[in-house]
């Protein structure tokens, strides 16, 4: 009797379109996570929701003193609280995005060790409670527009896809974060520390204009330069957003999810073992 060949057990391969549909068919997880994420950030706080209001205020209110009033940098015309308010909130967006998806993996560690699900829904779920705030955030905006009688021009019709590209930025840039943070818990140190510098090689508490020339051409590898601008332009009615930035910010969004695909995919097979 021949002995036979030994059996190797090894995961199968799994494509993309049956991922994806296995994460839809999990939508519903997706919101529950989502939910669960709103109704616990802000319980056992005095203040609960108010945070998200505030944040953007108290931040855009010390920048307006300290750009504005200080360093008498130009807000293009606009109110300095409004030119700041209007790019806070897109940065929140993003940072809070990126923060969220980035320990997702880590802060639901029993879960992904004991439950099988669509590893994909846990950065996903982070994304309907930024636009949450995000839309609070523009509801303070408006009641700031009629305080200081200014009116929305036509490019309010373009806020959306400013929205997105942020969003999606922030997405693909929390894959890779979260999938690096499973292995490599440096992660959770170093990003905020990024994130922070981030914060100021953006304009967000000034104009992409006010950067002297010399430096233009290394400001603008910054793909949130284009995004911001337009946000500010669509929320606020500023110089439209230089088309160069703008064409980067849609490249390097869609970038930043196909690398924060394929590593977050290449990397899932270990979650469980080594979280």
Known sequence: MTASAPLRLAPGHRSVARELAE???????????????????YRQTALGAAWVVLQPLVAAGIFTFVFGTVA???????PYLLFTFAALTGWNLFSGTLTRASACLVGNASLVSRVYFPRLILPLS????????????LGMFAA???VYHVTPTAAIVTLPLWILLLAAGAFGAGLVAAALTVKYRDVQYVLPVLVQLLLYASPVAYAASRVPERWRALYGLNPLVGAIEGLRWAMLGTDVPDAGAVTWSVLAAALAVAAGVIVFRRMERSFADVI
């Open 126 to 137: 982070v994304i309907p409670a930024a636009l949450v705030d995000f839309a609070v955030s």
């Open 144 to 146: 700031l527009l009629v």
């Open 72 to 78: 008498h940098l130009s807000s293009d015309g606009r």
């Open 23 to 41: 994460t839809w068919q999990a939508r519903d997880l997706l919101f529950t996570f989502a939910d669960r994420d709103l109704r616990l950030r």
